[in-house]
T-cell receptor
Framework: GQNIDQPTEMTATEGAIVQINCTYQTSGFNGLFWYQQHAGEAPTFLSY????GLEEKGRFSSFLSRSKGYSYLLLKELQMKDSASYLCAVEGDSGGYQKVTFGTGTKLQVIP | GAGVSQTPSNKVTEKGKYVELRCDPISGHTALYWYRQSLGQGPEFLIY????????DSGLPNDRFFAVRPEGSVSTLKIQRTERGDSAVYLC??????????????FGEGSRLTVL
């Protein structure tokens, strides 16, 4: 099965940088997703990491260490609209297919 | 359609009733997931289809829950004898992913179920 752990809440200041960590334990790890979810809305895709290292996409970057079972999402130049929940999701083996399991999410509040 | 469509968007029912929630995935997507999300929590895995078959139904909480995808496209989540604890947003997601390859999940807007 999968076990995914991320902080429940974080607060950061507009214009700053914030790092949201995710640790996981899973069988047959294939990749790791980060999704953003605004209150009352569906999750939307941010990033997908398969190999170790940092993937940069504009203001958002995602890092993966497969050996440590660890990932983080880095948000730079924070904007008020970045206030949302950030979901770490692991893609792991499920009978030959890959099942995606989500963590509980980190609720980020950006303050002026 | 352009995106994943879920109906109804809202469903209010009484304890003990039967409900069906429908998901119409993005055309051509072979993988389809159902999740349940309660307030302040992440999506909780329920069931995953590849084509017509359930590749993994280990997340269905008990035998009151059942899901089908008879033609490999539209899926229906069925809940019998609903209980107040079933109240949640039920999310459907689809992916073009095949076994062994990557695939971003595209989510519908969800069906909010309230059991009185």
């Amino acid at each position: 099965g999968q076990n995914i752990d991320q902080p429940t809440e974080m607060t950061a200041t507009e214009g700053a940088i914030v790092q949201i960590n995710c640790t996981y334990q899973t069988s047959g790890f294939n990749g790791l997703f980060w999704y953003q979810q605004h209150a009352g809305e569906a999750p939307t895709f941010l990033s997908y990491n398969v190999l170790d290292g940092l993937e940069e996409k504009g203001r958002f970057s995602s890092f993966l260490s497969r050996s440590k079972g660890y990932s983080y999402l880095l948000l730079k130049e924070l904007q008020m609209k970045d206030s949302a929940s950030y979901l770490c999701a692991v893609e792991g083996d499920s009978g030959g297919y890959q099942k995606v399991t989500f963590g509980t999410g980190t609720k980020l509040q950006v303050i002026p | 359609g352009a995106g994943v469509s879920q109906t109804p968007s809202n469903k209010v029912t009484e304890k003990g009733k039967y409900v069906e929630l429908r998901c119409d995935p993005i055309s051509g997507h072979t993988a389809l997931y159902w999740y349940r999300q309660s307030l302040g929590q992440g999506p909780e895995f329920l069931i995953y289809f590849q084509g017509t078959g359930a590749a993994d139904d280990s997340g269905l909480p008990n035998d009151r829950f059942f899901a089908v995808r008879p033609e490999g496209s539209v899926s229906t989540l069925k809940i019998q004898r609903t209980e107040r604890g079933d109240s949640a947003v039920y999310l459907c997601a689809s992916s073009a992913k095949l076994a062994g390859g990557p695939g971003e999940l595209f989510f519908g807007e969800g069906s909010r179920l309230t059991v009185l």
